[in-house]
Every structure is written in C-alpha cells, then in structure tokens.
DNA sequence: TTAGGGTTAG
C-alpha cells in the first residue's frame, strides 16, 4: 500500500461518507450477476451487428441520428448489452444532452450493468459539471457491488479537479486504497496526479510519482507541465533532464513552459535542440515557438518561424490556434498587415483570434480597424472575454476616443455580462488620462469599486507626465511607492514631471529617495535589424561605436536640414538642470536617434528602418523621427516598450497622441 | 482510457 502524504494520515476516517466505507474491502460476489451466455453464441449471433450499430453511434452528431440508431437496437434486442449502451451513453454525453434527460433513463432500463457502462455514466455527468451526481453514481455503483475499474477512477479525479475540490479527490484516492488493486495502475494514478496538480496541491502529486513502481512519459509530463505552470522552470528543467526518455509531447511541454513564463529565448533554443535530436514537431509545438518569437519582436524570428510553418506542411487557415498565435506575433513583430492577412484567411475565427487582431490594431494605433473588429466579433455572435475588452479599450485610449472608450466600458457588464475588473479600469483611467481629463481620471480612481492597483495608478502618473500635473502626480507616485517600491520606472516618471515644472528641488529630492533605495536608471537602449538575423544595439549617450563618427555627422546633417523647415530641439525631454547646450547634447544622442543614423547608413533606401526600444520614446525623437521620415522619404518603424510607431511623410501612425 | 496549445494593461 502506498503511504500516503502526511496530510491525508490527518483525515479522519469518518470524513469519508458511510456509503464509502461500508464497502471497506468487501469482496462480496455481486447479486445481480449477469446470466451466462456462451462466448462463441455470442459471437456468432450479434458480433457483426453489434460493431455495425457501434460503428453507426460513433457517426451520430445529433440527438436525432442517436434516437434512430436506440430504435434500431431496441428492434434488435440489444437494450441489455452493456458494450452498446455503454457507447450510446458515451455519444449522448458527446452532444452535450442533459445526463437526466436521456443517458440516465437508458442506463436504468439495463438490468445488468457492467462497471464500463457504470463509468460512462460517472463521466457523462463530470463531464457536463454535475460532480455530486456522478460521485452519487459511484456509491450506487459500489452499493450493487460493481467493482470500479481504472477509468472510473480517472473520471472522477477529472471532475474533482473541474470543481476545485481536493477533500473530495482526497476521499476518492482513500477509495482507490480501501479496494486496492490499483497500486500500479498507471491510469489511475497519472490521473491522481494530474488532480493534485491541477488543484495546487503539486507535492502530493510529486509524492504519488515517486511512490510509482513504475512511470511513464505521462506521469514525467504531468509534472513538468505542472511546474511549469506554476513558474518553476528549474525544476521542470530538472525533472525533464532526468527523464530517460523523451517524446514530442515532453519536448513540447518544456518549450511551452519557457514561453508562458517569458523566457523566450530558452524557448527557441530548447525548440532547435530538438530539432537537432531528431523530434517531431506538430502544431502544438510550433504555438509555443511562435509565443516566444512573438516576445522577442523580431521579424528576423517571424520570417523564420513562417518558414517552418510552411515546411511542416501545417495550414494556419484550418488551425485557429496557430492562426491566433500568428497574428499576436506578426502584431508584435511590427507587421500589423501580415498579421491582417492570417486573420483574414482563417476558415474558423474564434475569441482568441479576434482578441489578437483587436490587440493587434490597438499596438499599431489602428483604432478605427480595432473597433470596427470588435463590432464585427458581436455581429458574428462571438462572445468577447475579459481580453477582449482590454484590447478594445487600449484601441481606443490610444486615439483619444473618449466616448467610445465610455460607451464600451459600460456595455461590458450591461450588454456582455462582464463586470469590469482592476485592469479595465486602468484602461479607462489611461482613456480618460491620456485625453488630459486628469480630474476625472483621479475621480475614477476615487471612486472605483475595487482596490485600484499598481497599474490603475501607474495610468494615471504617465497621464500627468503627458499635461504635466505635478499634483496629482504626487498622489499617484505616493500610492506607486507603496505598491511597488522598488520600480524604478515610477521615481523617473515623477521626476521627469517635476523636471518639466522646473520644480528642481523636487527632482533632487526624487533622485535622493533612489540614491537611498540603491535604484539605478535603466538606460535608454534600442536595437535595429541591420539585415536579416543582425541586430545592432544602441545606448543613450554611447558613441564608442566603431562607425560613430559617421553616425554623429549623420544626424548633424539632419538637424540642420530639420532646422530648416521649422524643427527645434525640445528642451523639456530633457530630465536635467543642465544648461541648453548640454541638452541639446543629450538630446542627439538619444538612442533611437543613435540607431536610426546607423539605419540611414547602413539600410536600402526601399527597406524601412525597424528599431526597438526598451522605453518610451521622448517627445523629442518622436518629432526628430517625423521629420527625418519627410526629408529622407524612408518609413521607419519604431516599436516602444508598449507599442508602434510607422513613421511615414513626416506623420506618425499614433498621431502624435502616445 | 491518463500528458503538451493562442489573446491582457501604466
């Protein structure tokens, strides 16, 4: 007998209900045993059509079809074979009909049930989230003495984990002890420690793995997917590195991992060392790749990515799934177009796809597109989610569209059912923020429901930063030091708005309170595709390099011929009590500014010049940009650290509201 | 008849 984790030595043994217990090891001959029927009569007499009427329930996809084929068994006199009813059971729970109203009936007319048929009502019901009732079909089940099998265990570990109920499962585990058996059922225990897992419970599940006999790829890879989740890709490394052997599945599992937990590039390279030990690859694999590329932003990873697509033969039209993950990362990448041609293509559109195009128009400052997607979507009678109107409301908090932001905003709970959450009232405090209705931001705040968070807050000081407002800066920056005391981002913002304010006694008193936390300024970086796969990397103020005399007479150049039609450096992006000239010095040396002079000379004139940055773009380089795409005629792309700037004739995609 | 999948904000 396996022991169990100490937790479960604590439950009484009364907490497990007496319909459990009084079949405690009974090995009593069941009452109602099925009279015997010789194998080969059987076989004769109803094996061909018992598989043809199989065969005919495994076709049926609708209630009608399903009633047919029931006539025809009853015409038959199969009503009492438990194989058929068993699959009847099983197709009526694949369309979704109500357990009570037809599976339960059919079920009470068989005077002999077999544990199969027992189960495929335990599953019928778990599956459509009625969890008490399937486990009130166990204790039936066991009060016929029908003894369980495997998979009726495994239902019923998959319906405690639907409702989130771990004393439950902790009992159906006890029961899979008291009637034994099952020690080395693998079945039965993977599907005991996916429960576990799924329910947070994850050294439970680690101890029924190490208490296997045996493991399986299935038992490594519940594990692995579980730490995953969870955010502890050290162990999921380790538990991957101790596996003897790997499948795609495996692989996949830990690429995957690495994606939703950011780290991208562990990602693709776990992804190549795959590839190079010979796995498959299939679509599930290629999701995670394509989350990761998609959060390295480079097109050099999504021209790739599209190659491999291509060659595993994988159509991103017929698989929504990969279609989705497509869109987000051609958004990402900057080609909001191409992005727009999968969405476009896909055969079968789905909540995730329209979410992703959504988002995806809102990055690029397409807020006409992303709205008129979003009323598409309801149109279609697409349900939007709790994303859905993230991505809507940025949309329109990036082109000042207050109204509709409101609008929106209100039929989330009146329309949709959806109560707006903390991070949909950042956005309307960004909405409201960004249209320079600070009061009424600052009263939404005030007032909102919910306790405002880090990101409510954080709206509402870059808000203060665009009009200025050192006051409410203030409170907002006080509320962020709390909140989130070590990010630097939050002093710099107050600071740069003390700075614009010429308030400079509270611009040293900023920096102090950084002195004091040991917080240090993130430089200003960007990056630029130079050809395909090369990327140079820029820092603000750095000219150490190699070609960066040619770069500095680059941008002299530009000045003096910006000057000429009117630019003039901006003074107030810089953070600094310094004098004008040595402004006018950091200014130029910005680090766009840097990558784009590289760009100029080092990139066709058909080609757009791609560049990404790690922070926002200062109001400085966004006119200096503007400018430099009307007198030289190139588009330049700059992605920030929140979305995308196409630079095209001396206007920006953002309009120069960002 | 148990294992791997996409969208989110300052």
């Not at 590039?265 to 790749?289: C, S």
């Amino acid at each position: 007998m396996v022991n169990l984790p100490r937790k479960f030595t604590t439950i009484p043994i009364n907490f497990i209900p007496k319909q459990f217990l009084k079949y405690q090891q009974q090995q009593v001959p069941s009452q109602r045993t099925q009279p015997f029927i010789p194998f080969s009569e059987l076989q004769n007499q109803r094996n061909l059509l018992e598989s043809e009427l199989i065969s005919a329930l495994n076709g049926c996809t609708s209630l009608i079809q399903i009633q047919q084929t029931h006539a025809r068994i009853l015409r038959k006199g199969l009503d009492q074979c438990c194989y058929i009813i068993t699959k009847l059971v099983r197709s009526l729970t694949k369309i979704e009909i109500p357990m009570e109203s037809y599976a339960k009936l059919v079920f009470n007319q068989v005077k002999y049930p077999n544990p199969f048929l027992w189960t495929a009502l335990i599953r019928g019901y778990c599956l459509q989230g009625l969890v008490r009732e399937s486990v009130f079909v166990y204790i039936s089940m066991r009060k016929e003495n029908t003894l369980p099998v495997s998979f009726t265990f495994s239902a019923l570990f998959k319906a405690c984990s639907t409702v989130l109920d771990v004393n439950l499962g902790r009992q159906i585990h006890a029961q899979t002890i008291l009637i034994g058996g099952f020690d080395n059922d693998l079945y039965v225990k993977n599907s005991l420690i996916e429960m576990y897992v799924k329910l947070g419970f994850l050294e439970c599940g680690r101890k029924v793995f190490a208490e296997l006999p045996e493991r399986d790829l299935i038992s490594w890879t519940e594990l692995i997917v579980a730490y995953a989740k969870i955010g502890d890709m050290e162990s999921a490394g380790e538990l991957f590195g101790q596996l003897p052997l790997k499948d795609m599945v495996a692989w996949t599992a830990m690429v995957t991992g690495y994606a939703q937990n950011a780290m991208p590039r562990e990602a693709l390279e776990l992804f190549e060392r795959m590839q190079n030990e010979g796995v498959k690859t299939d679509e599930v694999t290629l999701v995670g790749v394509i989350s990761a590329c998609a959060q390295l932003g480079a097109a050099k990873y999504s021209n790739w990515i599209r190659d491999i697509v291509v060659n595993l033969g994988i159509d991103p039209t017929r698989c929504v799934v990969v279609g989705s993950a497509l869109i987000d990362m051609y958004s990402k990448c900057g080609n909001v177009e191409d992005a727009y041609k999968v969405f476009e293509a896909m055969e079968e559109k789905n909540v995730f796809s329209y979410s992703s195009m959504i988002a995806g128009f809102a990055m690029h400052g397409c807020a006409y597109a992303a709205l008129k997607l979003f009323r598409e979507m309801v149109n279609m009678g697409i349900k939007p989610n709790r994303v859905t109107f993230i991505a809507v409301l940025t949309a329109c908090s990036h082109s000042r569209m207050v109204e509709q932001g409101r609008q929106i905003f209100a039929s989330m709970e009146e329309k949709f059912g959806i109560s707006p959450g903390v991070d949909h009232y950042a956005c309307m405090v960004d909405l409201l923020g960004r249209a320079g209705l600070l009061e009424d931001a600052l009263k939404l705040v005030e007032t909102m429901p919910i306790e405002p968070n880090e990101g409510v807050w954080g709206a509402l000081l870059g808000s203060c930063r665009t009009y200025s407002n050192p006051d409410i800066a203030q409170i907002a920056a006080n509320h962020l030091f709390e909140l989130e005391p070590n990010a630097i981002g939050n002093y710099i913002l107050l600071s740069n708005i003390y700075a614009s304010a010429g308030r400079w006694n509270d611009v040293s008193m900023v920096r102090k309170l950084m002195r004091e936390k040991g917080l240090r300024k993130n430089p200003g970086c960007s990056w630029l595709e130079v050809k395909k796969g090369v990327i140079e990397e820029f820092f603000a103020g750095d000219m150490a390099h190699p070609r960066s005399g040619e770069m500095k007479h680059v941008l002299e150049h530009l000045l003096n011929r910006l000057k000429a039609i009117g630019y003039e450096p901006n003074m107030n992006s810089v953070a600094y009590d310094v004098n004008d000239e040595e402004k006018r010095r950091i200014l130029i040396t910005h680090s766009e500014k840097l990558a784009l002079a590289f760009g100029l000379l080092s990139i066709n004139a058909d080609c757009p010049i791609r560049i990404m940055k790690n922070i926002r773009m200062c109001e400085d380089c966004h006119s200096f940009m503007c400018g430099v795409s009307q007198i030289t005629g190139r588009v330049i792309i700059v992605r920030d650290n929140l979305r995308f700037h196409h630079f095209h004739d001396g206007k920006c995609s953002c309009g120069n509201f960002w």
